[in-house]
């Protein structure tokens, strides 16, 4: 794998802890990075993506497994070679900039100032779009301007790898878009790879290459963007991931059925017990409906439609609605399938329709 700039081999970790039980924070992860590319690391809070990117970047060995850079064992439970000597960059949530240096100073921090050094610090502020700022202060920059700071600050090295912890997070949404986007030109210019954690699907699809979803210290899908919206996984990736409705799924009167319907699915397939039903927003359509069990309890302006929260029992539902619609919260309503909508029933991956 010559053209592997990262690999993590079996790796757990864990935290002291007086309990008797392991308490395990990451569980067997195993993904590469290749050369040049970009992987997200994608799940909720607690899921232990930002101790992996502690692990990769130094900051603590693994308790079992091994991390490669470039097929060099930098970390495993004896082994442990120093933050500053793996070259690789971090960017951090807070961006972690020197209150006491300007600009050019926090850029510059940690690097020879010989010539060759000093011409690429200048021309990553100048590909940043910060140069002109170099001699202000942390406290004179806004929040995009210091993200940037803290990225030039991280590639100035000439470091091959770049991790960034939530590097958008506080960031009004503007700023959020226009730097995201550009990221990926920038580490190509530095023909850098890099991982960015998120907690943001549409953020981690839509500018990686790769995306490594966790969920409770386990790794639950690994592909390509397209791969995870065509072929989910499990249950998990369609609803954080895709914020795609599911339901559990019964077999009554020789059909498969919902609460809000039956699949067209042949009598003769298997589907399991713990099997459910995955459909997008658009496959359902809601209606008052003063003696049905959903009920409506939140209600969003899309521009050109309502995304509508309906609940019954434990479950849960969302449905885009034209704005002629008129249910307010706390109404009553009646939940239908829309015919010739497209649904998914997982584990099995039967793709069907309603």
């Not at 497994?65 to 949530?93: A, T």
């Not at 590639?155 to 770049?162: D, E, I, K, Q, R």
């Amino acid at each position: 794998m010559l053209n592997t700039e990262l690999e993590v081999q079996n790796v757990w970790h864990e935290f002291k802890s007086y309990k008797t039980n392991n308490n395990w924070v990451l569980k067997d992860i195993n993904f590469a990075l290749k050369t040049g590319e970009l992987v997200g690391l994608l799940g909720p809070s607690g899921c232990g993506k930002t101790t992996l990117l502690r692990l990769i970047a130094g900051f603590e060995k693994p308790k079992k497994g091994l991390i490669k850079k470039n097929g060099q064992i930098i970390s495993d439970f004896h082994y442990l070679l120093p933050p500053e000597r793996r070259q690789i960059g971090m960017v951090f949530q807070d961006y972690a900039l020197f209150p006491h240096l300007n600009v050019w100073d926090n850029v510059c921090f940690g690097i020879s100032k010989g010539e060759q050094s000093i011409n690429r610090a200048k021309w990553l502020l100048n590909l940043l779009g910060i140069y002109e700022f170099k001699n202000r202060f942390p406290h004179e920059l806004s929040g995009g301007q210091s993200q940037r700071v803290a990225l030039a600050r991280a590639l100035a090295p000439g470091t091959s790898l770049v991790l960034l912890d939530e590097p958008f997070c506080a960031l009004d949404v503007e700023v959020r878009s226009r730097l995201r986007s550009e990221l990926s030109s920038v580490l190509k210019s530095c023909s850098a790879s890099a991982i960015l954690v998120t907690h943001d699907p549409h953020e981690a699809l839509a500018i990686c290459d790769r995306v490594a979803v966790l969920r409770n210290g386990v790794i639950q899908q690994y592909s390509t963007p397209f791969n995870m919206v065509s072929n989910p996984t499990n249950d998990f990736i369609g609803q954080f991931v895709l914020q795609r409705n599911i339901l559990p799924i019964q077999y009554i009167d020789d059909s498969f059925t919902t609460c809000i319907g039956k699949l067209n699915l042949p009598s003769d397939i298997s589907v399991s017990s713990k099997s459910v039903c995955m459909f997008d927003k658009n496959a359902i359509r809601i209606y008052p409906s003063s003696n049905n069990n959903f009920t409506v309890i939140a209600k969003e302006y899309r521009i050109n439609h309502y995304v509508y929260t309906v609940v019954s029992d434990n479950l849960k539902l969302r449905s885009e609605m034209s704005l002629d619609t008129h249910l307010s919260i706390g109404d009553k309503c009646k939940v239908e399938t829309i015919n010739e909508k497209d649904f998914l029933v997982l584990p099995e991956k039967i793709k069907s329709k309603f």
